[in-house]
């Protein structure tokens, strides 16, 4: 276990904590604590640029794994789904959008696995990468509340998630069209 697959691991153990601090309200609509929801955006954020930090340390110290190569997507995807599903839970996301992703990534996790059968490792594109940064970035908008670009009256969460929306689908044609011709070898 290798400081990269480690915090991949760590990121999918701060994915509890994050729901916690974002959903735990005790009555409805009240918070355990001040500024909850804030506590709850700063761990999805640095839950998030583990990520990016996994990858850069992985290659750097050609600790690349296979472990990693499954773990790391898988992890993303479970930060992502947990956030979207509970922000539908609590009315900033439409459940559409959340169903869009959550489908994308049910089916690239699937083609994962058939290709895995065959031994071969499908890493993660650019449109992959591309599709990751926007939805953290959305996810990450609309739980600051926009903040702090709304002091001046600027709202960008919900726009970011129209745009990870369609990098959600367009990366997810792509990976389909590669797994395809990988797996027809």
Not at 19 to 32: I, N
Not at 119 to 136: D, E, F, H, N, P
Request: charged share 15%; glycine share 6%; net charge positive.
């Amino acid at each position: 276990m290798n400081l990269p697959n480690r915090l991949t691991l760590a990121r999918i153990i701060l994915i509890p904590v994050f729901m916690a601090f974002l959903l735990l309200q005790v009555p409805k609509g009240h918070t355990l604590f001040p500024h909850q929801e804030i506590v709850a955006a700063i761990i999805f954020i640095l839950a998030s640029a583990t990520d990016g930090l996994d990858g850069y340390i992985a290659r750097k110290r050609h600790q690349v794994t296979n472990l990693g190569k499954f773990m790391d997507p898988l992890a993303d995807k479970l930060l992502v789904s947990a956030a979207l599903v509970s922000l539908v839970e609590l009315g900033e996301v439409n459940a559409w959008i959340a169903w869009i992703v959550l489908a994308r990534e049910f089916a690239v996790t699937g083609l994962r696995a058939i290709a895995a059968v065959d031994r071969v490792v499908i890493s993660a594109s650019k449109l992959g990468k591309i599709k990751t940064i926007t939805q953290v970035v959305a996810i990450s908008a609309i739980l600051l509340n926009d903040w702090p670009l709304s002091l001046i009256g600027l709202h960008i969460g919900q726009p970011l998630l129209y745009v990870a929306v369609f990098f959600t689908i367009i990366s997810g044609l792509d990976y389909m069209l590669k797994s395809r011709k990988l797996l027809h070898k």
